[in-house]
């Protein structure tokens, strides 16, 4: 029930063109869904999160999608530009007591010109 | 901006040899993380330490492993015991409040 299942396991995406990754979970305790933008050799840095009490976040070209009911969000990057190419994890938590991060199984993305 | 620094940024160590990796978090954050990452998998749990004392530790945490906040700003992690199966990349992160801020890692390989 801790899980967190990402998917698609890796992604090609041309210059302009959308990405979009899904994750899903299963503990309904989870009230924080972050994502995180990793490059090789760096630590995952946090690109945008989200609360279950919106269904909808907006920042630039990510969004985050969230449907509480079916117990999924989804990232979505518009306007792809080679160098958002990186591995991508959603990760949830419980944000009592600034709980740990469970993520997901992450998305390699390839964005090609 | 503040960030979170780990050094060494990369170990090689004997099998059985104590390591200690170390990590200086944010100034104003209370709330500290230990993560691993097996090359090529996801980011797993491994501890996390609050006002001075373990809150809560994963299955991987065992005896091998300990953390320490020596002073007001370091916060490490020590393996007393290095097996093949510690080798991965080990992320510090510490938050304020939910956002959970990760440093560059320190590569550990065990030989």
């Known amino acids: 029930q801790q899980q967190v299942k990402q998917s698609p396991q890796s992604l090609i995406v041309q210059k302009g063109g959308i990405s979009i990754i899904n994750c899903a979970y299963e503990n309904t305790a989870f009230d924080y869904f972050p994502w995180y933008q990793q490059f090789p050799g760096k630590g995952p840095a946090l690109l945008i999160a989200?609360?279950?009490?919106?269904s909808e976040k907006k920042e630039g070209r990510f969004t985050i999608s969230f449907n509480k009911s079916a117990k999924q969000f989804s990232l979505h990057i518009m306007d792809s530009q080679p160098g958002d190419s990186a591995t991508y994890f959603c990760?949830?938590?419980?944000?009592?007591?600034?709980?740990?991060?469970?993520f997901g199984t992450g998305t390699r993305l390839q964005v090609f010109p | 901006e503040p960030e979170v620094t780990q050094t060494p940024s990369h170990q090689v160590t004997q099998m059985g040899q104590e390591v200690i990796l170390r990590c200086v978090p944010i100034?104003?954050?209370?709330?500290f993380y230990w993560y691993r990452q097996i090359l090529g998998q996801k980011v797993e749990f491994l501890v996390s330490f609050y006002n001075n004392e373990i809150s809560e530790k994963s299955e991987i945490f065992d005896d091998q492993f300990s953390v320490e906040r020596p002073d007001g700003s370091n916060f490490t992690l020590k393996i007393r015991s290095t097996k093949l199966e510690d080798s991965a990349m080990y992320f510090c992160?510490?938050?304020?409040?939910?956002?959970?801020?990760f440093g560059p890692g320190t590569r550990l390989l065990v030989l």
């Open positions: 989200i609360r279950p009490d919106v």
């Open positions: 100034s104003n954050h209370l709330y």
């Open positions: 990760a949830a938590s419980r944000i009592y007591n600034t709980d740990k991060l469970i």
């Open positions: 992160a510490s938050s304020e409040y939910e956002t959970q801020y």
